[in-house]
């Protein structure tokens, strides 16, 4: 039946852009807008620290869809508008230019925005951040003219850029304040890993050090003083100390906002016309019984598709497990399931860490909580089910590379 409500999605990203090809898959025919701050179609963010970087893939293979995919779905793409006011009481959305669109059922997709260095010299030329497409072109630009860069932060992003200078032959130091790369996310049994891998392709660690400031001489960075008054020299750097969800818009209109917008597992805000979906989600999560905010890939791919299904008033709840997966150098990882940084307590190993080709599992009173395949494929499925089943396994199965991951836990 044709429909004349209007949905509008504020913030092209692939969120956006996902959400928009589910409505029209899942027979929406009203009029569809999807508004993007960027001046750029929806584009997928993990080449630009990776492929895109080292100037692997072209820019036209990043893109959700090709441009002819939005008139041909009648999906009118607005780019370069910055929604800055969401009226819920008028049902509409103004922009930076003062106009102003009207919506029957509105999508937040406003993803995340990276964390801001508050220190001496931040702002000075030379200092990168990496989140947009004009963001990883700056940098590879850089990469190219550069001898020595230095990358404030360990987390992923801070290491596939690492990866990437090492490979253009520029010189890395990061510094971190943690002990090893990635303690948050992965604990300090398999952080242990990414630390040897980088130690291995020559990068200079700084662990448990503080940044004091960016040492810059006429208004460019020349390198990072430490805390404990060690300087290193750099040529340029970059600040990858992780992200924080764009709520602002949500939030000075009145939205239940804790760590993103929050949402119940159909993706529904606290105004029944207005969902959220992607990095600036904290959804409702079934199986893990709490509230989730995934920055993922994966996530802005399939979450929309709930969050389309429910705009259209249909009974969903959204409980995919969180996936993600990184490149580094030739280490190729994926990580299933999710686990909170003291909610685990083991980690069980299968296959050969010290050649980079094994599995490694989390475990909370014996049941696998999470996986992650390094260099090993086609086992995200099995590991899902292992998961899912919520049954205690023996270590000693785990660990066994003569038992089938399928043969550990009833297959459904
Ligand atoms: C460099 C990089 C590498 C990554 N690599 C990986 C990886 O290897 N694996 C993985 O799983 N994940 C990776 N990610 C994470 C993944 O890209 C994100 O989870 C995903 O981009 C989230 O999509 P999104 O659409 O929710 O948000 P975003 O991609 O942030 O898009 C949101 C868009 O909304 C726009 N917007 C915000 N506010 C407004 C407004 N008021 N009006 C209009 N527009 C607005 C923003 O400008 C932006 O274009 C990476 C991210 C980055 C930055």
Redesign the pocket.
């Known amino acids: 039946m044709a429909t004349s409500d209007t949905f509008v999605i504020?913030?092209?990203?692939?969120?956006?852009?996902?959400a928009a090809e589910a409505l029209r898959n899942q027979g929406f025919d009203g009029r569809l807008v999807v508004?993007?701050?960027?001046h750029?179609a929806?584009y997928?963010?993990?080449?630009?620290?990776?492929d895109y970087?080292q100037g692997k893939t072209s820019r036209e293979k990043i893109f959700a869809h090709a441009h002819h995919w939005y008139t041909e779905h009648a999906v009118d793409l607005r780019t370069g508008?910055?929604?800055?006011t969401l009226d819920r009481g008028a049902h509409n959305v103004h922009?930076d230019d003062g106009s102003v669109i009207g919506y029957d059922k509105l999508l937040l997709?406003?993803?995340?925005?990276?964390r801001k260095l508050q220190v001496p010299g931040a702002d000075a030329s030379g200092v990168h951040y990496?989140?947009?497409l004009d963001?990883?072109d700056a940098l590879r630009a850089t990469l190219a003219t550069i001898s020595r860069l230095v990358v404030i932060g360990a987390g992923?992003?801070g290491l596939?850029?690492t990866a990437a200078a090492r490979l253009a032959g520029v010189e890395v130091t990061v510094i971190e304040t943690a002990e090893l790369p990635l303690l948050r996310v992965l604990g300090p049994e398999a952080a242990q890993a990414f630390a040897d891998l980088h130690l291995q392709h020559g990068v200079d660690f700084r662990f448990g050090a503080s940044l004091a400031e960016i040492v810059t001489e006429d208004g460019t960075a020349t390198g990072a003083r430490l805390s404990d008054g060690t300087t290193i020299p750099a040529d340029a750097v970059l600040v990858a100390v992780g992200?924080a969800p764009?709520v602002?818009?949500g939030e000075a209109a009145g939205l239940h906002v804790d760590n993103g917008i929050v949402v119940d597992a159909a993706l529904r805000t606290t105004d029944p016309d207005i969902f959220a979906?992607?990095?600036?989600?904290n959804a409702f999560h079934p199986f893990f019984d709490r509230q989730i905010r995934?920055?993922?890939?994966?996530?802005?791919r399939q979450q929309?598709k709930a969050a389309a299904s429910s705009m259209l008033g249909k009974d969903v709840a959204y409980d995919e497990l969180p996936?993600?997966?990184?490149?580094q150098y030739d280490l190729g990882m994926e990580y299933v399931g999710y686990v909170d940084p003291d909610g685990y307590d083991r980690v069980v190993f299968r296959g050969d860490v010290a050649s980079r080709e094994f599995i490694a599992f989390w475990l909370s009173n014996d049941r696998v909580i999470a996986g992650m395949n390094v260099n090993v494929w086609d086992v995200v499925e099995p590991i899902k089910t292992i998961i899912r089943s919520q049954l205690p396994i023996p270590a000693s199965k785990l660990a066994d590379v003569g038992v089938a991951l399928t043969d550990l836990v009833p297959q459904g």
């Open positions: 504020v913030g092209g990203g692939l969120a956006g852009a996902k508004l993007g701050g960027e750029h929806p997928e963010r993990p080449p630009l620290s990776k970087l508008q910055f929604v800055t922009f997709t406003t993803g995340a925005s990276p990496l989140r947009t963001d990883s992923w992003i596939e850029v992200a764009n602002q818009l979906a992607g990095d600036v989600a995934v920055e993922h890939w994966a996530n802005a929309p996936y993600f997966y990184t490149d």
